[in-house]
C-alpha cells in the first residue's frame, strides 16, 4: 500500500514521536532525551534533511511514499522499527512494544516507544488528527484551555478530566506535566521563540517533536500529516483511509474554473483588512477551488508571515469588484450577519459582492482542522458558484 520496498525515500515520509518516560512512570525505554539537539527550524526538502542511517549497519527494508508532503520522512527497518526524519533536523526511532532498543544508533536519534500515549499537545491544529485516528486518548495534556477548542470532541475530554490544561507552550507546568506522566511534547513551531522551554522539557526527561506541517506549501501537504500520526499511534491504515477522502473531495472540483475573483480576509482591530500573501495556503485551497484570489499581484509579505494588513484605500481599490468575499471569522467572531459586516466600515456597500449577496463567512473552528483540506477546498468551489447546500466550513451572510 504505497510502499516502495529495498529503496531509500524520494519524495518524503514521516516523522514523529513519542515515548521517553519521565522518571515517575513506569515504562522506561532506553532514552537519549539528554542528546535530543536544539532543533532549528528549516524549509529545506527532503534530500536535504532525510537520513535513514542508524549508526548500527541496519539497512532500510521500506520507505513510506508520500504524494504532497515533503517535510518528513519515513522509513521501516527489519522488526517494525521506524525512523521519522523532520525537515528541522531531528530524528525519531519509534520502536514497536515488547521490542528491545537497538544498540549502537546515533546521539542524535530520539528513542520513542510504543504504544504512544501521555502527550502534551501544544501544537493545536494537530487535534483533529487524533480525533480522525480515534486517538484522543493518547492525549493527557492540553496546551489550550477548554473554551480555546473549537473541536467538540476535545472539549468533552477536557469536561471529562481525560485532558487537561497544562500551560500554554511558552509557560507549561512542569508539576503538572510530571504528575500526569507526560512522555511526549508536541510543539508547533512557536516553541522555538522559547528555546529555554525546550530545554527545561527535555531535562525533564520529555522528547520534544516540533510539527512542521505549516511549513509545507500544499493544503494536502499539510492534511497529509495524518500519516505521520498513524505510524505513532499503529492507525496507518486509518491515516491513509482519512487523507485519501481529503484527496477525492478535492479531485471532484480539480481546479475547475469558475471564473470569480475572490477576497479572503478580516478587519483587524484598528480598522485596517487583513489579507493572506499571495501563495499561501489559503490562496492555494482558493485556486484550487477554480477560484482567483484577488490579492494575487500585491509583493509578497515579510518572510514567514502568513497575512499582509493593508490600509482601506488600498483594500478598497482590489477587492471593490471582486465576485466574492469570504470574512474570516476564525480571527474576527464578530460578524454574523451582513449588517455586523458593513458596521466595520461603511464602504462595504460599494462592493460587487456585497450587492450580489456573495459573501461567506468561515466557521470558527477551520484553522483547527488541518486534515480538512479537501473538505475546505470543496465548500470553496460551491461557495464560488452560488450553491450554498452541503457545506462544513462556509455560510453565506444575509
Known sequence: MGVKRHSFITVGACALVLALALTTCVRAPAQKTDAQPQAQVHTTLVGSFHNADLGNGWGVTESLELSYARRFTVDSYEGGYRLLCL???????????????????????????????????????????????????????????????????????????????GGKYRAPDYELLISRGVRLAVENTMINHTPEVREKLIELGIPVLTELSSYEEEPLARAEWIKLY??????????????????????????????KTVVFFYFNSNGAAVVRRPGDYVTKMIAQAGGTYAFDTLEAAQAGSSSMTLQMETFYATAKDADVIIYNTSIDNGVTSLDDLLAKNELMNDFKAVQTGDVWVTDQDMYQQMLEAGTIISDMHHAFLGQDEGLTFLRRLA
Do not use: H
Open 230 to 259: 498513524g505510524v505513532l499511534l499503529g492507525k496507518e491504515a486509518e491515516a491513509a483511509e482519512a487523507f485519501q477522502r481529503q484527496v477525492d473531495q478535492a479531485s471532484e472540483v480539480a481546479e475547475e474554473p469558475t471564473g
Open 87 to 165: 525537515a528541522d533536523g531531528s530524528r525519531y526511532l519509534v520502536v514497536p512494544e515488547g521490542m528491545p532498543v537497538p544498540q549502537g544508533i546515533a546521539n542524535d536519534i530520539v528513542v520513542l516507544q510504543q504504544p504512544v500515549g501521555d502527550i502534551y499537545l501544544a501544537a493545536s491544529d494537530t487535534m483533529c488528527l487524533f480525533g480522525a485516528l480515534g486517538a484522543l486518548d493518547a492525549i493527557t495534556v492540553s496546551g489550550l484551555e477548554r473554551d480555546d477548542w473549537s473541536i467538540a470532541s476535545a472539549r468533552q475530554a477536557m469536561d471529562e478530566g481525560a485532558i487537561v490544561y
